[in-house]
């Protein structure tokens, strides 16, 4: 409780002690009240592929190269046949007004101005309908099935006509570890933020389990998607469709035959299963079995430019950035995460700069080197 009475408002400015993207990080305390900040820092169960994330970054290390020639350097890159002028991308996040009264709105002002493709969760605070309308930047909409099927259709559809340029199914939060932090902290959505996308649709009523039978997999798995679900959203929509939350080369593999136009690797941030890999530590692998050529996107635990670049140089077109986005939208609304994507833009180039990338193809082919540490 004295913790929130010193909590501060969102400034329309940014503070002078940021020097760095991830310091946005450490302000965010100031400005989030401790449950909700739990809700959103931590990981699932014991955080454990949480730290895994972060940890993975630390082993890669680049060999610089010298003298580079850098006069038409760049970071531009063609995706889905659209032209990008970064590679970094504003992961979905629900939620968002538990960080800034305003929620997605500011996020989608950020990403306009910022030339960032923003992804809008599901879950999102504010409606895909108005956020669709904020800015011309490309934006794409994220999507979880819903158990009831009219109502995924229609969230499908309802993308379409916002003209969300893609789809991105995420796969992997079917069924999550629950967080033990925000067990533990007693947090609860405050009533002013609510999945406004969901509030019309029909809630189907909790399965009755015969005695003995499994909650997991008589109850919640029951209502999971299967391939075919996958192989049916494919087929519904003329939006390309991304998947997210591929760890497994043989998923990947798999997904990309269906006919999916990409995918993401991902662990959602280590909130889902506690215990998946890193990752980072995946990309390669999936990068491999995929080919050069294919789309691959990429996310969990970048906090600045040279984690951006570690992960291109594994095998990533680009990058999405999760709770970044959010602490920066908590410190300065719309202006913050503009900041924050500015400063990671800056903190790549400067990467690139130092290794002797003049461009994104550049990184992919830089010698990196994992050490045990
Ligand atoms: C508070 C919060 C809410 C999230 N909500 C969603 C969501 O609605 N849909 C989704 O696909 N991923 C969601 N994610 C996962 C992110 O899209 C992303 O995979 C993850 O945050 C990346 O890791 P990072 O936070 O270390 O950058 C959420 C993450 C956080 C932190």
Sequence with gaps: MKENLSLLSPLDFIPADIHCAADYESLAARFIPAPGLEYIAGGSGQDKTLAANRRAFDQWFICPRLLPDLGDAHTRLGLLGREFAHPIFLAPVAYQKLAHPAGEIETARAASVMQSCMILSTLASQSLEEIAAIGT???????????????????????????????????????????????????????????????????????????????????????????????????????????????????????????????????????????????????????????????????????????????????????????????????????GVAHMLKLLREELELCMAQAGCANLQAIRNCRVEKVSI
């Design 137 to 335: 930047e490309e934006k794409w909409f994220q999507l979880y099935f819903q158990p009831n099927i009219e109502a995924t259709l229609d969230l499908i559809r309802r993308a379409e006509a916002a003209n969300y340029r893609a789809l991105v199914v995420t796969l992997d939060a079917t069924i999550r570890t629950p967080s033990l932090g925000a067990l533990r902290s007693q947090f609860q959505m405050p009533a002013d933020c609510v999945a406004v996308n969901l509030q019309d649709y029909e809630i189907n009523s909790p399965r009755v389990l015969a005695a003995g039978e499994s909650r997991i997999f008589k109850g919640i798995m029951q209502d999971a998607p299967t391939w075919a679900d996958l192989q049916w959203l494919i087929n519904q929509t003329h939006l390309p469709v991304i998947v997210k939350g591929v760890l497994h080369p043989d998923d990947a593999l798999r997904i990309k035959k269906l006919g999916a136009a990409a995918v993401v690797v991902s662990n959602h941030g280590g909130r889902s299963f506690d215990g998946a890999m890193a990752s980072l530590n995946c990309l390669a692998a999936i990068r491999a079995i995929l080919g050069d050529e294919y789309p691959v996107l990429f996310d969990g635990g970048i906090r600045s430019g040279l984690d951006i670049f570690k992960a291109i140089a594994l095998g990533a077109d680009a990058v999405l950035i999760g709770r970044l986005q959010v602490y920066a939208l908590s410190v300065a609304g719309a202006l």
